[in-house]
């Protein structure tokens, strides 16, 4: 099966909304340049039709969720506009296919991150701010059914992402020790630190610019770079409503209608 096809049936399960059987049968073991590609359709057919690219999202952040897949590296998706809603917005759940939430502090970045062997200062000198998040994730998998593949070439299972309304130096946050605590309908469901993002969520950002630096497609002023899960993600539903802290940023949060 091509890539073209793989992407189709992706592309087909979100438009209608009906989970895929997973695609990692189509493909070999550990294809990860095969699943980036069959990403890349998508979301290029996305900004074909008026989609506009706003960012990237790190996944598998966790070591143990790493060693679960048996890898060793994260993986990132595009985030694209129409992903993002604000504070005072309800997140409409027929919108969503299988949601999870998970909280994470998102770097919003002034001025390109170009260059070889990028290091965490040149993460730091270019970042302008940053600011709590929560991002949703869903899959347009069954069951959620996903190994390593599946999930990068179902644009790392991205969804939708709202960012808080605090913004900070990133000299003014102490990004490994943070306490997130993860609320639904006022109930402790999540909680971890920034030791929880691949010891430090610097070190995911970090991996992240050396990547897309290696594939000629550096990050660039004004994206947003969600870093990943301070804690484990949990499932939603309609009705629910979601509030998250993170120290020193603050209080973010939203209902599901």
Same mark, same amino acid.
């Given at each position: 099966m091509t890539h073209q096809e793989i992407a189709a049936i992706l592309l087909q399960a979100e438009i209608t909304q009906k989970a895929c059987e997973p695609i990692r049968t189509h493909l070999p073991d550990l294809d990860l340049d095969s699943a980036y590609a069959i990403q890349k359709l998508n979301v290029d057919e996305k900004i074909a039709k008026g989609g506009i690219e706003v960012g990237k999202k790190i996944g598998l952040t966790s070591f143990k969720v790493q060693e679960q897949l048996g890898v060793d590296q994260p993986d990132f998706g595009i985030l694209l506009q129409?992903?993002?809603?604000?504070?005072?917005?309800?997140?409409?759940?027929?919108d969503l296919m299988q949601p999870k939430a998970e909280a994470e502090i998102a770097f919003v970045l002034k001025h390109d991150l170009e260059g070889n062997q990028l290091t965490t200062e040149d993460i730091i000198k270019a970042t302008d701010y940053v600011v709590s998040a929560i991002e949703i994730v869903g899959s347009r998998i069954k069951d959620w059914n996903i190994k390593i593949t599946d999930t990068i070439a179902d644009n790392a299972s991205s969804s939708h992402f709202i960012l808080g309304s605090k913004k900070l130096s990133i000299q003014d946050i102490d990004l490994e020790n943070s306490k997130m605590q993860l609320f639904v309908n006022d109930e402790l469901v999540s909680e971890g630190?920034?030791? *929880?993002?691949?010891?430090?969520?610097?070190?995911?950002?970090?991996w992240l610019a050396n990547k897309m630096s290696a594939l000629g497609n550096p990050l660039k002023k004004g994206e947003v770079i969600l870093s990943g899960a301070l804690g484990p993600?949990?499932?939603?539903?309609? *009705?629910?409503?979601?509030?998250?802290?993170?120290?020193?940023?603050?209080?973010? *949060?939203?209902?599901?209608?």
């Open positions: 129409h992903m993002q809603f604000n504070q005072g917005e309800n997140l409409a759940f027929a630190d920034g030791t *929880s993002c691949m010891g430090n969520p610097l070190n995911s950002v970090v993600m949990v499932n939603l539903k309609p *009705s629910d409503k979601l509030k998250a802290t993170i120290e020193g940023l603050g209080e973010i *949060s939203f209902d599901v209608d």
